[in-house]
């Protein structure tokens, strides 16, 4: 917030001109689109395989992963549902039980 010098409750994801300066605004959804399926293609992924969803199931997966209550998920993604946050949860199990975590892999 400092590097961006916005104000508390004020958008911190901000629109950006043409010029490469924030506006007032937040950035629209997109927009985060647009940059999420150049930087998949920067890195040699599909942009056609990935889409908001990603972030969100993403951000979704994460938080599960470090503790986060489903309940706070669920606020966070604003879901009604908690059928509809548990769906967004990736479970990520090709390196439980294996030797690798055993190392602190």
Do not use: C, W
Not at 33 to 41: C, G, H, P, Q, S
């Amino acid at each position: 917030m400092q590097a961006s010098a916005a104000s508390a409750g004020a958008p911190l994801f901000r629109s950006v001109n043409r010029h490469g300066r924030a506006g007032a605004g937040r950035l629209s959804d997109r927009a985060a689109i647009d940059m999420l399926k150049r930087v998949a293609a920067a890195a040699g992924i599909d942009p056609d395989r990935v889409a908001g969803h990603s972030l969100r199931s993403g951000h979704a997966t994460a938080a599960a992963q470090a503790g986060a209550a489903e309940d706070t998920i669920q606020r966070q993604l604003r879901h009604k549902k908690a059928d509809t946050t548990r769906g967004y949860i990736r479970r990520a199990t090709a390196f439980d039980n294996s030797s690798s975590s055993a190392l602190g892999l």
